[in-house]
């Protein structure tokens, strides 16, 4: 059994190690620094995203297949976003930012009006 999940492991490093993925490096991230107005989330998309999706549905068949708890737990992980607490944090910090921005914009409106009214009062 042990064998088999080093097999199955191995197949997963050569797929991420092969030439189709290796040459993504090179093609998306020095657009990547240069390109203005890109997120993250357009750079992650399902193409960009295929190499890992199919070392976790290789992992997964493999775990089915020799029944490996291992296996089936490593697929889950290479599966999941490794950027889902960043973008979390962003989508926070974004809703932060707009109540403050608000705030803000509520707070200079009375301001202005207290300005005014005490012009006017002046003269």
Not at 83 to 105: G, P, Q, S, T, Y
Request: proline residues 2%.
């Amino acid at each position: 059994l042990r064998a088999e999940e080093i097999e199955a492991i191995q197949k997963a490093i050569e797929i991420l190690s092969s030439d189709a993925v290796k040459g993504n490096a090179a093609k998306y991230l020095p657009s990547f620094a240069q390109k203005a107005g890109s997120s993250l989330a357009q750079l992650r998309s399902s193409a960009a995203n295929l190499p890992q999706q199919r070392v976790a549905e290789f992992l997964r068949v493999q775990g089915r297949q020799i029944n490996s708890r291992v296996l089936s737990a490593l697929a889950v992980r290479v599966a999941d976003d490794p950027f889902a607490k960043v973008k979390k944090m962003i989508k926070d910090l974004i809703v932060r930012l707009m109540e403050e921005a608000n705030e803000e914009a509520e707070h200079k409106g009375w301001c202005d009006t207290e300005l005014s009214t005490n012009e006017q009062t002046r003269k």
